[in-house]
C-alpha cells in the first residue's frame, strides 16, 4: 500500500453525488411520480440497505465463525420477541 487512499476516497465522492444527481434529475424531469419515488424509498429502507449491512458484516466470516456463532440469531429473535409482547 504505497499509494494514497485519497483517490480512492474521490472515486467513491463522485459515485455518490452522481447517483444524487442522476436521482434528483429523474424526479425533476418527471421520469418517476412521487408514488415511484416512495415506492423505490420503500424498497431502498426496507430491502436494499439491511442487506447491504448484511453483507458488509458476513463478508468476511468463514464458515467456522458461523458455526461457531449460530446460536447468537436465536438469542437475538428470542430476546426481540419477549420485548416485543410486554
Same mark, same amino acid.
Given at each position: ?19 444524487? =444527481?442522476?436521482? =434528483?434529475?429523474?424526479?425533476?424531469? =418527471?421520469?418517476?411520480?412521487?408514488? =415511484? ?50
Amino acid at each position: 500500500m504505497s499509494g494514497s487512499i485519497a483517490p480512492l476516497i474521490l472515486e467513491k465522492l463522485a459515485v455518490l453525488f452522481l447517483l444524487i =444527481g442522476a436521482g =434528483g434529475a429523474v424526479r425533476k424531469l =418527471g421520469i418517476i411520480s412521487e408514488e =415511484g419515488e416512495s415506492v423505490v424509498s420503500t424498497l431502498l429502507v426496507d430491502l436494499f440497505w439491511p442487506a447491504l449491512i448484511f453483507t458488509s458484516i458476513t463478508m468476511n466470516l468463514t464458515r467456522d465463525d458461523i458455526l461457531r456463532n449460530i446460536s447468537l440469531p436465536v438469542f437475538a429473535a428470542a430476546a426481540s420477541d419477549s420485548l416485543g409482547s410486554s
